[in-house]
């Protein structure tokens, strides 16, 4: 970074302090110039006001009562600097003199013996001037006083921008030293203005990058794990270069089952963050699976036992759930054989599904030893939690779903 952000906010608030107090400078100069002006000016209407006065009184010009203006009955009275910048017809003038004579002209038309007649009031006002012996006689002090609140203007500058600043800049280092799947969390998130909204923003932003950074590791993973169980099942049927026996055409159409379920159970856990959580039935929804369990396999429906509410209402997504129990009653018959007795109740809010196992039946690797991990993070996908029990004479299963508020 060439130029941060705290450098150029105090360029910039330093830049306005300084011309702020050049612009008063000025101002001050301005007025205190214009004053001494109309003070003059002043001066000069009241002397010619007393002129007139006398004029008309006494009939003839007379002088002046002030030490400051002289009065001149005529334009060739009046000095040589003056008559060279100041014509006869002006009104009025201001002369500057390069020997240090500093004049103000003011015409006055008088009438004597009723014929009309043009007097000049001329006033030498240099002795008065206060502004420029002012900068003669203080200036220096006037100056370093300005020097000074000039400072101090640019240290609350300094100040300003390194207090308005610094949050931007703990939340630049903070985003800067983010790893990739740790913890996001910015100090100033409790903020309650832009910064902390703009906190709030960024942490839920990096949250939902990494989670799908997860989700997309964890399909690379499943798809390399989960897979390769069918396709080497699939790779054995076909090995043989003769035709499929019963026992390879159903190891076969295992594999495909396999690998259609699996696929379909990765896909849902990929799109897992777009599929909403949503009031649901679940009764409805186990009597679908049970039904569609019946249609798939030759299983006695007489081994099952349901004790189940009327209704049960629940937090979660209805694909997720559809999979989850499929996968649950599937990995229940894999289990337990085809003469196998199923068990589902729900108390205490908890679903139990139940599957007896034959005694003396070796434990078979499949379902539960791959596939647990998936339904694992089905039931974490909706906030649900998961439990798998097994034993030597039943494989129970405990899912606890988020119940409806």
């Not at 050049?22 to 001494?36: F, K, N, S, W």
């Not at 006869?88 to 003011?106: C, N």
């Not at 009438?111 to 203080?138: C, H, K, N």
């Not at 609350?156 to 903070?174: G, I, K, N, S, T």
Request: aromatic share 6%.
């Amino acid at each position: 970074m060439a130029k941060s952000i705290r450098q150029r906010l105090f360029a910039a608030l330093a830049g306005f302090t300084v011309l702020l107090c050049l612009c008063y400078t000025g101002l001050a100069l301005v007025i205190a110039y214009v004053t001494e002006d109309m003070l003059v000016q002043r001066l000069l209407e009241r002397e010619a006001a007393a002129v007139s006065q006398r004029m008309r009184e006494h009939g003839e010009l007379t002088p002046s009562g002030s030490d400051l203006i002289t009065v001149y009955g005529a334009y060739l009275d009046l000095p040589q600097a003056v008559r060279q910048h100041v014509p006869p017809s002006a009104p009025r003038a201001e002369v500057f003199t390069t020997t240090g004579q500093h004049y103000h002209v003011l015409a006055l038309d008088l009438v004597a013996a009723g014929q009309p007649q043009r007097a000049y009031l001329l006033a030498d006002v240099a002795p008065v001037l206060v502004v420029s012996r002012l900068a003669r006689e203080v200036g220096g002090v006037v100056a370093g006083v300005a020097l000074a609140l000039v400072g101090l203007a640019l240290l609350l500058a300094y100040w300003l921008a390194r207090r308005l600043v610094l949050p931007l800049q703990r939340l630049a280092r903070e985003a800067r030293a983010l790893a990739p799947g740790s913890a996001v969390h910015f100090s100033e998130r409790d903020r309650p203005d832009e910064i902390g909204f703009l906190a709030r923003r960024l942490e839920s932003t990096f949250s939902e990058l990494q989670m799908a950074l997860q989700r997309e590791h964890a399909f690379a993973r499943d798809v390399s794990h989960e897979l390769r169980t069918p396709l080497t099942l699939m790779h054995l049927a076909l090995a043989d270069a003769h035709p499929l026996t019963a026992q390879g055409q159903a190891q076969l159409r295992q594999g495909v089952d396999e690998m259609r379920a699996t696929i379909e159970v990765l896909f849902a856990l990929a799109r897992a963050e777009q599929l909403p959580g949503e009031l649901v039935e679940l009764r409805g929804y186990l009597e679908q699976c049970l039904l569609r369990l019946l249609e798939d396999t030759p299983w006695d429906a007489s081994l099952l036992a349901l004790d189940l509410p009327e209704r049960l209402d629940v937090l979660g997504n209805g694909q997720l759930m559809m999979l989850l129990i499929n996968n649950c009653l599937a990995n229940a018959l894999f289990h337990g054989g085809p003469d196998c007795r199923i068990d589902i109740a729900f108390a205490q809010g908890q679903l139990n599904i139940v599957n007896t196992v034959q005694a003396g039946q070796p434990r078979r690797i499949h379902g539960f030893a791959h596939g647990q991990d998936l339904l694992l993070r089905l039931a974490q996908a909706m906030d649900w939690h998961i439990v798998f029990h097994p034993g030597a004479a039943q494989y129970r299963v405990v899912i606890v779903p988020v119940p409806a508020p």
